[in-house]
Every structure is written in C-alpha cells, then in structure tokens.
C-alpha cells in the first residue's frame, strides 16, 4: 500500500510515543515486545499491546492520508468561495444504473453549470483508486454532460495520478491542475 507511518519528524514522534506508551520497541519498520524466556506468563498481554500499537500505528498512516485528500478539497472550496458564484457541495445526482452518485461541488457560472470533482492522493496506489472513482462518478451521470459541464480538479501538488488515468479523466471532463491552473478554472467556470 505504500504507507510509510515514519515519513516525516511529526509521525516519527508520534509512533515513538505510541512504542513509548505500550512498552513496544521499533527497530526499524518493525514493532516488537522483547519477553525473556521467564515471562511466559505476560505473553498474552504483550500480545494485546503490540496489536494495539499496529493498530494506533496503522491510524497514523490513513488519517494522515485522509487528511491530504480532505485539504485538498478544502483549498478548492476556498478558491470558489472567492469566486462569488453560488456553489453546492457534495451534490447527489441519479446515476444512470440507479445508484445515487456524489459529486464534490456543483457551481452556478454566469452562463453554465459547473460539476466539479476534486482529486487527489498521498501515493500513487491510492491514487490510482482516487481516479478510478473520478472516472466512475463521470461515467454514470452522462445524462447531466447537456446541462453541467464535468471539471476535474487535480492537484497539482502530488505526482500520484499516472498520464492513463489522467488522459480517461480528461475523455471525460475538463482536467484543471490545481491551484496551478487557478486562471483556466476561472475561465471554465465563467464559460
């Protein structure tokens, strides 16, 4: 999955004090409890700890992960606030195998509705899934391409997105790199 709990100094800081709380040692991308030979009887509680620093490790790694994608979307609701045109998040629309599918922002332009679909991923693993998602969501509401234009919002900040999977996007919405790209977002929503 290509999750690295010990990327950067906050995470290490924070596992080193989940080890540090549970009694778990790491030496390396290992989590251990050391027990001599004369402590079988505390065995089942050194399992127990070591399964809950997995566990508080393994939330370190995805909430991190959620809240990169959450940012994300985030700065795209800032710059369409700063807009001035009306705008609706996370709009449902019937999708056409009967599923109701959700879509981040729906903007009211001068001329056009906008759909708007935010992406982005902490690897590119997640990524992969993130565009696969994108390109579902557009593919089962063809019926709204007449009254919304589709926008992808990519973020421009990551390098997770492969040119496959951003080339099936742009077969179906307008790509925009974001915040890179904030002039041509302007320009599409006004259109």
Same mark, same amino acid.
């Given at each position: 999955?290509? /999750? *690295?709990?010990?990327k950067?100094?906050? $995470?290490k +800081?924070?596992?080193?004090?989940i080890?540090?709380?549970?009694?778990?040692?790491?030496?390396?991308?290992?989590? +251990? /409890?050391?027990?001599?030979?004369?402590e079988?009887?505390?065995?089942?509680?050194?399992?127990?700890?070591? #399964?809950?620093?997995?566990?508080?490790?393994?939330?370190?790694?995805m909430?991190q992960?959620q809240?990169?994608?959450?940012?994300? +979307?985030?700065?795209v609701?800032?710059?369409l606030?700063?807009?001035? !045109?009306? !705008?609706?998040?996370?709009?449902?629309?019937?999708?056409?195998?009967?599923?109701?599918? *959700?879509i981040?922002?729906?903007?009211?332009?001068? $001329?056009?509705v906008?759909?708007?679909?935010?992406?982005?991923?902490?690897?590119?693993v997640?990524?992969?899934?993130?565009?696969?998602? #994108?390109f579902? *969501?557009? !593919?089962d509401i063809?019926?709204m +391409?007449?009254?919304?234009?589709f /926008?992808?919002?990519?973020?421009?900040?990551?390098?997770?997105?492969?040119?496959?999977?951003?080339? *099936?996007l742009?077969?179906?919405? /307008?790509?925009?790199?974001?915040?890179?790209?904030?002039?041509?977002?302007?320009?599409?929503?006004?259109?």
């Amino acid at each position: 999955m290509n /999750i *690295r709990p010990w990327k950067t100094q906050k $995470r290490k +800081k924070l596992i080193s004090d989940i080890c540090s709380a549970l009694g778990v040692e790491q030496d390396g991308g290992e989590l +251990k /409890i050391s027990l001599a030979v004369y402590e079988a009887a505390q065995l089942g509680d050194a399992f127990l700890r070591l #399964a809950q620093a997995c566990i508080r490790v393994s939330d370190v790694s995805m909430t991190q992960t959620q809240r990169l994608v959450s940012q994300f +979307k985030e700065d795209v609701e800032e710059f369409l606030e700063s807009t001035g !045109y009306r !705008y609706e998040t996370d709009r449902a629309i019937p999708g056409k195998f009967g599923q109701e599918i *959700r879509i981040d922002f729906s903007v009211e332009g001068p $001329r056009a509705v906008s759909l708007l679909q935010a992406v982005s991923a902490a690897n590119p693993v997640v990524g992969r899934h993130v565009a696969d998602d #994108a390109f579902t *969501r557009w !593919y089962d509401i063809p019926h709204m +391409k007449s009254a919304a234009q589709f /926008i992808t919002v990519v973020d421009a900040g990551v390098q997770t997105f492969s040119e496959p999977d951003l080339r *099936r996007l742009e077969e179906l919405s /307008i790509l925009i790199a974001f915040p890179d790209q904030q002039g041509q977002l302007l320009e599409a929503l006004a259109a």
